[in-house]
């Protein structure tokens, strides 16, 4: 069974670099033709598209964050590490990851989320 956990401080003051990180179980992040995605969703709003690493290992991110955001994965622990640098108080909100099926923003697994607060 597939499974996504995120996990990383629930605190990050601002200009700091937020960290999170991604352990997936249950599939290997170098099979198959999956994109590993990160989707934030901020206080009051909707979902928002941050990134994504595919199996290939090349990475994606959204324009909007491209300058501040990078997606790591480590393939010995099967787990993918996202990092937004210099962050301000509109980078709270719920953090998720989650698996889409072959990048068309088709996810049919989902970590459970987690929150992440931007505050002195």
């Known amino acids: 069974q597939v499974q996504l956990r995120e996990s990383g401080p629930g605190l990050v003051k601002p200009s700091q670099t937020l960290s999170l990180t991604c352990t997936v179980s249950?599939?290997?992040?170098?099979?198959?033709?999956?994109?590993w995605t990160w989707i934030r969703q901020p206080p009051g709003k909707g979902l928002e598209w941050i990134g994504s690493i595919p199996y290939a290992g090349n990475t994606h991110y959204s324009p909007s964050l491209e300058s501040r955001t990078s997606i790591v994965r480590d393939t010995s622990k099967n787990h993918f590490t996202l990092r937004l640098s210099s962050v301000t108080p509109e980078d709270t909100g719920i953090y998720y990851c989650?698996?889409?099926?072959?990048?068309?923003?088709?996810?049919?697994?989902w970590g459970q989320g987690t929150q992440v607060t931007v505050s002195s």
């Open positions: 989650a698996r889409d099926v072959r990048g068309l923003a088709e996810y049919d697994y």
């Open positions: 249950g599939v290997s992040i170098t099979t198959g033709q999956y994109y």
